[in-house]
Nanobody, 118 residues
Framework: QVQLVESGGGLVQPGGSLRLSCAASGVAFSSYAMSWYRQAPGRERELVATISNFGVTIKYADSVKGRFTISRGNAKNTVYLQMNSLKPEDTAVYFC???????????WGQGTQVTVSS
């Protein structure tokens, strides 16, 4: 059974930092590209950052470039999202996604809430 379990969300003041983690089980972790998405109330889910299966290729949404860093530890089956200089507009539920093309498979975590507010 495939499971992606996010952790590390919470309430933080503007300018603060959080580190999200997503632990995967039941999958060959290094076969999957890993991504973080987020969804704010009333808005569509959007891609925040993605990292290829061995970390060679990394991409970020323009809104988080220079503030967020995605990384992965294949030995620990875990992907991370370090979020610095947080802004109120970063408030959302953050989801972890594991994806591969051949064969096509995609899995989602349950999400973790991040709230940036004073």
């Amino acid at each position: 059974q495939v499971q992606l379990v996010e952790s590390g969300g919470g309430l933080v003041q503007p300018g603060g930092s959080l580190r999200l983690s997503c632990a995967a089980s039941g999958v060959a972790f290094s076969s999957y590209a890993m991504s973080w998405y987020r969804q704010a109330p009333g808005r569509e889910r959007e891609l925040v950052a993605t990292i290829s299966n061995f970390g060679v290729t990394i991409k970020y949404a323009d809104s988080v470039k220079g503030r967020f860093t995605i990384s992965r530890g294949n030995a620990k089956n875990t992907v991370y999202l370090q979020m610095n200089s947080l802004k109120p507009e970063d408030t959302a539920v953050y989801f972890c996604n594991a994806d591969r093309r051949f064969p096509a498979q995609s899995y989602w975590g349950q999400g973790t809430q991040v709230t940036v507010s004073s």
